[in-house]
């Protein structure tokens, strides 16, 4: 995913990983990952507005190919960077083309490669690879992130992950962090906390339930942990 802020600051934090986005600024991750989001400036004048683009994986490659091969690298899963310069101008008129929609089918992949490879060339370049290069171990790491979001509820085996993305124990947390900036468990951990506030937030009346159902074997830990997280006790979460 690409992510142009237009209009506005938003703050996203991922783990110890914190990025500003003002106006200007754009962010890519390799997958999806447990941010929380604060806006920092928006007021009903001037709104926050953004336009995210769901990068293309098959093009991307295509033009990493292209260019002169580079050391692999490990990097965050999120990268921030501006959109001066040649990048900038490319978004736009990758953008531009909303106004004349006849255009897209012709012009839109050469505008779009044309994105992808002044980002590549930006600091950004490292995350963009680990999308595009689709190396066995990254994907890996991303499959285990992906199954400890969909199972947030259930306990965690470390080595039975480790063992499935083909790491030793010291290996998989070592790389885990580094990519998407928590420990599996951490991770996992995060991913409950955001669930159970949803659930709060639609509703659910009772916060032992609730700690119960995003897998927490107990109530006093869940506040505590949730309060750490969001600077409230859930209670006062489901009071609002």
């Avoid at 959109?83 to 106004?99: C, H, N, Q, T």
């Avoid at 998407?180 to 339930?209: D, Y």
């Avoid at 700690?211 to 859930?234: H, N």
């Amino acid at each position: 995913m690409f992510y142009a802020v237009i209009q506005g600051t938003k703050l996203l934090i991922m783990g110890a990983n914190r990025f500003e986005l003002e106006a200007g600024a754009c962010a890519a991750s390799s997958f999806g990952l447990p941010f929380l989001h604060q806006f920092t400036v928006a007021t009903s004048a001037l709104p926050y507005v953004a336009i995210s683009l769901h990068l293309d994986t098959t093009l991307l490659t295509n033009v990493i190919l292209s260019m002169p091969k580079r050391e692999d690298r490990w990097s965050c899963a999120v990268a921030a960077g501006d959109l001066s310069g040649p990048a900038g101008e490319a978004f736009a008129r990758l953008v531009g083309l909303m106004k004349t929609p006849d255009d897209i089918g012709v012009l839109g992949p050469h505008y779009e490669s044309e994105l992808y490879y002044r980002l590549l060339q930006s600091t950004m370049g490292d995350t963009l690879r680990q999308i595009g290069q689709r190396k066995k171990r990254f994907q890996q790491l991303k499959t285990s992130a992906d199954w400890l979001a969909s199972n947030y509820s259930e306990p965690v085996d470390i080595r039975h992950l480790a063992s499935s993305a083909g790491m030793s124990v010291t290996s998989f947390h070592r790389h885990f962090k580094r990519v998407t900036g928590f420990s599996p468990l951490a991770f996992q951990r995060h991913i409950r906390l955001l669930e159970a506030r949803k659930l709060l937030a639609g509703g659910l009346a009772n916060v032992s339930r609730v700690a119960y159902d995003v897998g927490y074997v107990s109530p006093s830990q869940f506040s505590r942990e949730y309060k750490s997280m969001f600077g409230i006790p859930p209670v006062a979460d489901l009071q609002r």
